[in-house]
């Protein structure tokens, strides 16, 4: 009888066993299942990632800060390429290894544009500037107003390659809106024979910090960063062109889950130059926002360097 019963006990703990060990498979299969669909439909950043941003070389000092800044909070490495944005566009065109792009205009931004280079959802304008007419430190130049340029005893007038470059483009549509009293042009034919063609806008400060007898024309940004030139004359906003920086995502024919990753990092990126950590850098640097560039001298105070 003894042995009876323990058989029955054996038979009925094996059963019981066997219940528990399924239920564990069962449910360990199914919450499994859950972490990897939940792993595939969320590609998530990963600590080796590195987002390569392409921006303009008149955002040189201040990107290298806010990359810094995003890197803190994302966890993700940003690396920079700074070229002109003619120069970085017809790169993307070829190779594009890019995740971001940033260019100091819209024409640019137009020409990957039609290429359908660009996430044309994620292109937003985030920043502007201002032209300034800056010379060498040590030069006895000076100025009131644009039509005094040409009194000055200068040899050459350096500006970003006026076809090209953006800061180029911009002082070119400047000097073309400025008319010479008892002249039928405009400034900028007269000043063209002596113009110097920069590649970016960081050569052309170069240009006029290395040669006394050189002015040129630059982004304010630019000139405030540069101790070896000083500003000569800031024209008033309600006669520059606007400026207009512009970013948006690099596009990708890829569908591998380290493609999506880095379209979302470009995306978090771009959305990141809106956040108050950046605004606040970007104004330090003497940038100001598009929609500040409202004509009205009274703003001028946004783009003072606070730095």
Not at 208 to 230: H, I, N
Request: net charge positive; hydrophobic share 45%.
């Amino acid at each position: 009888m003894c042995r009876k019963n323990v058989c029955v006990w054996r038979a009925l703990l094996f059963c019981v066993l066997s219940g528990v060990l399924w239920l564990s498979a069962a449910y360990g299969t199914v919450f499994f299942s859950k972490v990897v669909a939940k792993a595939a439909a969320e590609p998530i950043a990963k600590k080796d990632d590195k987002l390569l941003v392409f921006a303009a070389a008149s955002l040189g000092q201040v990107m290298q800060q806010i990359g810094a800044a995003f890197e803190r909070e994302s966890g993700v490495r940003v690396r920079f390429n700074f070229a002109g944005s003619n120069v970085l566009a017809r790169q993307i065109v070829v190779a594009p290894k890019a995740d971001v792009f940033l260019s100091a205009d819209t024409h640019w931004m137009d020409y990957l544009a039609e290429k359908n280079q660009i996430d044309h959802a994620s292109r937003r304008s985030f920043l502007s500037n201002r032209l300034v007419f800056i010379a060498h430190p040590s030069s006895a130049f000076s100025m009131s107003s644009p039509e005094q340029l040409l009194s000055l005893p200068f040899r050459y007038f350096a500006m970003g390659d006026p076809e090209v470059v953006p800061v180029g483009r911009y002082a070119k549509t400047y000097l073309r809106s400025v008319s010479m009293v008892g002249s039928e042009h405009s400034l900028w034919p007269l000043v063209q024979k002596r113009v110097l063609p920069a590649s970016d806008v960081t050569a052309a400060t170069a240009m006029v910090a290395a040669l006394p007898d050189v002015v040129g024309m630059v982004y304010k940004t630019d000139a405030l960063a540069s101790p070896r030139v000083r500003v000569l004359f800031e024209p008033t906003l309600k006669d520059m062109p606007p400026i207009r920086y512009e970013g948006a995502a690099v596009t990708t024919v890829s569908q591998t889950d380290y493609a999506q990753r880095h379209a979302a990092l470009a995306r978090d990126f771009l959305q990141f130059l809106s956040s108050p950590v950046a605004l606040i850098t970007f104004r330090s640097y003497g940038f100001t926002l598009p929609d500040v560039a409202v004509r009205e001298e009274s703003v001028s105070e946004e783009s003072v360097s606070v730095r």
